[in-house]
């Protein structure tokens, strides 16, 4: 009986996202157990095959000061793996930095966030992203995952 917790407990420690894939109803039980010691994702993981499909980046309509920031990125590894952090970076003319910040998914994502979502293979995902306006310098933006 011990042995089962044991290895139950590092299945959900290094295998919760597996885990969760194969029985869904564990869910609840591997979340609180992930609340009180922080699980890991150790499945395959390669950012260099998230690729960006659009981007823009416009004035916020609603909201003064703001710039509207949209994307749509797609896994094109043959796995799921975890949401990558993007980091936006704006520049002037020049090429000099003007700008830069980095999210994680939790941002991005909102209220769709957990931490056993995986990002499915082959599907596209579309992001809007609010930021302060760091003014009229900033003429040019790079998305990079990370």
């Given amino acids: 009986l011990i042995f ?3 290895l139950l407990g ?16 564990m869910q609840p039980m591997v979340e609180k157990l992930c609340t009180t010691i922080p699980c890991i994702y150790s499945g395959p993981r390669d950012v260099s095959q998230i690729k960006l499909v659009s981007r823009d980046i416009r004035l916020h309509r609603k ?3 703001a710039l509207l920031m ?5 896994n094109r590894a043959a796995f799921k793996q975890p949401y990558p952090d993007i980091t936006i970076t704006l520049s002037d003319l020049s090429g000099a930095l003007v700008a830069q910040r980095r999210f994680k998914p939790a941002e991005y994502l909102g209220r769709l966030n957990s931490p056993f979502l995986l990002m499915p293979s082959a599907k596209p995902v579309q992001i809007a992203l609010e930021v302060v306006d760091p ?6 933006f790079e998305f990079t995952f990370q």
């Fill in 135 to 140: 003014g009229k310098d900033a003429v040019n």
């Fill in 70 to 74: 949209s994307a749509t990125f797609i």
């Fill in 10 to 25: 590092q299945l959900a420690y290094f295998r919760s996202s597996q885990l969760i894939d194969k029985i869904p109803a």
């Fill in 63 to 65: 909201v003064d000061n």
């Fill in 4 to 6: 089962s917790a044991v």
